[in-house]
């Protein structure tokens, strides 16, 4: 890890081009100097489900809890659930709300790629990334917008925050590398937000590449990040207390 004051992103991250992310491979190494507000912090984990519906029933089936409705995003043409994991983390479990209008340009978290989706989904993959906060986006996004994507302001018409999107709407490496989200100085409202007793103790990354996932990671200034441990595909896991005992949601 970096000392605190700086943040450096390298786009060459070893060979994981198949896993969706070939452009960023050619030789580039951008060291930006930076305030500690530009730190990134764990603030939430992501369920990525082709329908809302399947995304409650997994997780109840991990956790044994039922997540209440958490909202709608109506600038994306998304939906939620959400639980509090402890402090101001949280899980959302977020898909495609059919009722809504489109939103005008790709949706986050790669929702647009309905057959992606379907497919990690089939093959186990459900926790498939997370969101890290920060105070100073534009800092953490110089000369890292083919990692991290470009800085969008939600909501159009009166934005409260600024979210990282890549421009087709996929996944940071993959899923490899947190979206970024920073709320304007503003922390996350956690009193609308459902405690059912569920804590994070730790999740973990596994990746083909973890050793340049790993080497990635150490150039970023991150609290809380994943474990990164050798894998044949990328897949997170999470082990999280429950009133029910230690679970693991996948």
């Known amino acids: 890890m970096q000392p605190r004051g700086t943040l450096r992103c ?32 764990l603030d939430h984990l992501s369920v990525i489900a082709p329908t809302l519906a399947e995304g409650v029933s997994h997780v109840r089936a991990c956790l044994d809890l039922d997540v209440p ?21 949280y899980l959302e479990i977020v898909a ?29 993959r459900r926790l498939r990334g ?10 953490v996004l110089a000369g890292c917008e083919s990692i991290f994507g ?4 939600l909501p159009w018409t009166d934005p409260s925050m600024d979210f990282s999107i890549p421009e087709d709407g996929s996944l940071p490496l993959g899923g ?15 009193a609308t937000m459902a405690d059912l007793g569920a804590r994070l103790i730790s999740f973990t990354l ?9 080497e990635f990671y150490r150039t970023l200034v991150l609290d809380r990040p ?15 207390e429950t009133p029910g005992g230690t679970r693991e949601l996948f």
Do not use: C
């Open 130 to 139: 997370w969101v890290a906060r920060t105070d100073a986006i534009d800092t």
């Open 96 to 124: 495609v709300d059919p009722d809504a209008e489109g939103p005008g340009r790709t949706r986050w978290f790669g929702l647009d790629d309905r057959a992606s989706v379907r497919a990690h989904w089939d093959a186990g």
């Open 176 to 190: 490899a590398a947190p979206s970024i989200i920073d709320r304007r100085g503003k922390p996350r409202s956690m």
């Open 10 to 41: 390298r786009g060459q991250v070893g060979d994981t081009s198949r896993y969706g992310h070939p452009e960023l491979y050619g030789h580039r190494d951008v060291l930006t100097s930076t305030s500690p507000n530009a730190m990134l912090k």
């Open 150 to 153: 470009q800085k969008v302001s």
């Open 226 to 240: 994943p474990a990164i441990v050798e894998g044949s595909v990328p897949r997170y896991s999470a082990k999280i």
């Open 69 to 89: 409705f958490g909202q709608r995003h109506g600038y994306m043409g998304t939906y939620n659930h959400l639980l509090q994991l402890g402090d101001t983390v």
């Open 206 to 214: 596994e990746h083909p590449d973890a050793a340049a996932i790993r």
